[in-house]
């Protein structure tokens, strides 16, 4: 036996979960000595896991959590971000109102990196099937109905039929963003209602503005959508646009070939926009998020990343389509240094990934859950920030809070993180119904130990140390 402290208190879901990964989550050459691990059921086949290491080459420590989701009928992945794109918040912020809004909030991580002088993701941001920030040639993963995910470079393709010829040819240009910052010769920028608070194209310099109502369709990745031409403007400033509008804009400084094929537009004329994906894996896309760095590709530590130990967020997929949510802080002594993102991408190999992407870290490294037995979610890791950073869009995955009244579970804990060979602990099992709600209705469950000895609900572990298991059970139902 190692000469650590350990838990002994193994919840019997959480390690038949683990086990069906190929390894116990606290297994790791890339993180250090395993001391600790604890995994809790939280909903329909997604799993919280919480690891610490001991790292010889820092001599400190390391803590991760990581959320492992399989695509299920009851878990449904989701991409928030503010009241408009350039308004940041904290995930706990966004959890709040996505429980506003009558869902139980699974869990959630931060998103995508983002440019702190106005909010905007560096790359792509699909929600409700809507393509609401283009990807500017990163990295993605997206997810669709069914909660199945891909992950990857999108590469999409936004082009504009303008609505009319020149010499007998149709005039169809290329966009070169969809809420992005627009860039003196930058070309052709879409904008939409969601850009910013102000709903305008947040624009200061002259410009070559058409405002158009979206007459059918949406910027689904895959799609088409219709617009009819209001008013084409000389823009010195920014232009408002409505719910149910957009605006196809150019800087007086582009060349030619933009700015007067958007100044030359027919009022009333038809224009047309197609989005598509260089992967057709990427159509009909529902929600997607942005990353910076690829960190596992077919499954291979991607060569070249950046060094430096600090707070990473890491997304992937297991061969058989499993997703992992990945987190460890850093910049904490005594609590965790970090990692590179060598050691990530390594990590999410040993979780069984054959792709992961990097998303944002450091102070905006974040991840928050509702336990088994709450109602509300709350953060579970400690931002090196000391508080929680306000960021441009979360990855959250939301279930039903519609309780059933249905006994499903039991969730069972020890009241005390660290359990000394020889000593006593409590032990408690709170009720869980079918939807992974807690019940208010006390029940009566049965207590058992695989080892040590057990008097009521107080458990005397043996002096040799070791594992055991402790099941609650109240007729078929157990945990």
């Known amino acids: 036996m190692k000469n650590t402290l350990r838990k002994t208190l193994s919840l019997f879901l959480a390690f038949t979960l683990l086990?069906?990964?190929?390894?116990?989550?606290?297994?790791?050459?890339?993180?250090?000595?395993?001391?600790?691990?604890?995994?809790?059921?939280?909903?329909?086949?997604?799993?919280?896991?919480?690891?610490?290491?001991?790292?010889?080459?820092?001599?400190?420590?390391?803590?991760?959590?990581?959320?492992?989701?399989?695509?299920?009928?009851?878990?449904?992945?989701?991409?928030?971000?503010?009241?408009?794109?350039?308004?940041?918040?904290?995930?706990?912020?966004?959890?709040?109102?996505?429980?506003?809004?009558?869902?139980?909030?699974?869990?959630?991580?931060?998103?995508d990196f983002f440019n702190t002088s106005n909010g905007l993701p560096i790359g792509i941001l699909v929600s409700e099937g809507e393509v609401l920030s283009s990807d500017g040639g990163y990295y993605a993963m997206g997810f669709r109905k069914d909660g199945s995910a891909v992950i990857g470079k999108p590469g999409l393709s936004i082009s504009a039929n303008l609505g009319y010829q020149l010499n007998g040819v149709d005039l169809i240009r290329t966009v070169t963003g969809v809420n992005?910052?627009?860039?003196?010769?930058?070309?052709?920028?879409?904008?939409?209602?969601?850009?910013?608070?102000?709903?305008?194209?947040?624009?200061?310099?002259?410009?070559?503005?058409?405002?158009?109502?979206?007459?059918?369709?949406?910027?689904?990745?895959g799609g088409t959508m219709t617009l009819v031409v209001d008013q084409v403007i000389e823009a010195t400033s920014a232009t408002a646009i409505g719910p149910d509008q957009i605006v196809l804009s150019a800087n007086a400084l582009s060349t030619p070939y933009y700015a007067d094929a958007l100044r030359n537009i027919p009022v009333g004329a038809t224009v047309t926009v197609t989005v598509s994906a260089a992967n057709e894996a990427w159509n009909d896309v529902q929600y997607a998020v942005g990353a910076l760095y690829s960190l596992v590709q077919d499954g291979a530590v991607v060569s070249g990343l950046p060094s430096g130990v600090n707070p990473r967020t890491a997304v992937g997929v297991t061969a058989d389509g499993t997703v992992?949510?990945?987190?460890?802080?850093?910049?904490?002594?005594?609590?965790?240094?970090?990692?590179?993102?060598?050691?990530?991408?390594?990590?999410?190999?040993?979780?069984?990934?054959?792709?992961?992407?990097?998303?944002?870290?450091?102070?905006?490294?974040?991840?928050?859950?509702?336990?088994?037995?709450?109602?509300?979610?709350?953060?579970?890791?400690?931002?090196?920030?000391g508080s929680e950073r306000a960021v441009a869009n979360h990855l959250f995955l939301v279930a039903t809070n519609e309780p059933t009244g249905e006994l499903g579970h039991f969730y069972v804990q020890a009241d005390n993180a660290y359990v000394l060979a020889g000593s006593k602990v409590e032990i408690s099992a709170a009720a869980v119904d079918t939807n992974y709600i807690p019940m208010d209705e006390d029940y009566d469950y049965d207590l058992e130990a695989s080892d040590g000895e057990l008097d009521g609900n107080i458990l005397t572990t043996p002096k040799r140390g070791g594992e055991i298991t402790v099941t609650a059970s109240s007729g078929r139902r157990e945990g």
């Open 180 to 221: 992005k910052a627009r860039v003196s010769t930058g070309g052709i920028y879409l904008y939409t209602y969601d850009f910013n608070n102000r709903h305008t194209t947040g624009n200061t310099e002259a410009g070559v503005d058409v405002l158009c109502t979206i007459v059918d369709g949406s910027l689904s990745i």
């Open 19 to 111: 086990c069906s990964l190929g390894l116990t989550a606290a297994a790791s050459e890339a993180m250090g000595e395993d001391l600790t691990s604890k995994g809790t059921l939280l909903n329909q086949k997604t799993q919280l896991s919480t690891n610490v290491f001991w790292s010889t080459a820092y001599s400190d420590l390391r803590t991760e959590n990581l959320i492992t989701y399989s695509p299920s009928s009851q878990v449904k992945p989701m991409v928030t971000f503010g009241e408009s794109l350039t308004q940041c918040r904290s995930v706990s912020t966004a959890a709040k109102a996505l429980e506003d809004q009558g869902y139980r909030v699974v869990a959630g991580i931060n998103g």
């Open 324 to 385: 992992v949510f990945y987190t460890i802080d850093g910049r904490r002594s005594g609590h965790s240094i970090g990692a590179s993102l060598s050691q990530v991408a390594q990590r999410m190999i040993e979780l069984g990934c054959v792709a992961a992407i990097g998303l944002d870290g450091g102070g905006s490294t974040t991840i928050t859950v509702t336990q088994p037995d709450d109602t509300t979610a709350a953060t579970i890791n400690r931002p090196s920030d």
